[in-house]
């Protein structure tokens, strides 16, 4: 619990408290500029075995 809480009315007056909250400022959204197909690497060369030998797909 907050130390408002257990104080008084009067005390609250004198204190010049608010209980009104000042609303609270939007957070800004960062929008990311991320290629996530490279990251999971979708992009990337597979291979294969064929006949011993490793090969591209």
């Known amino acids: 619990m907050r130390i408002v ?4 009315e009067v005390q609250l007056e004198k ?4 209980k009104k ?3 609270e400022q939007k ?4 929008h990311e500029d991320v290629d996530w197909e ?3 690497g979708m992009n990337r ?5 064929v006949g011993g030998a490793v090969r591209r797909r």
């Open 5 to 8: 809480d257990h104080l008084s």
């Open 15 to 18: 204190l010049n408290y608010n």
């Open 21 to 23: 909250k000042e609303p």
């Open 27 to 30: 957070k800004k959204i960062h």
């Open 38 to 40: 490279e990251i999971m």
């Open 45 to 49: 060369d597979t291979y294969k075995r």
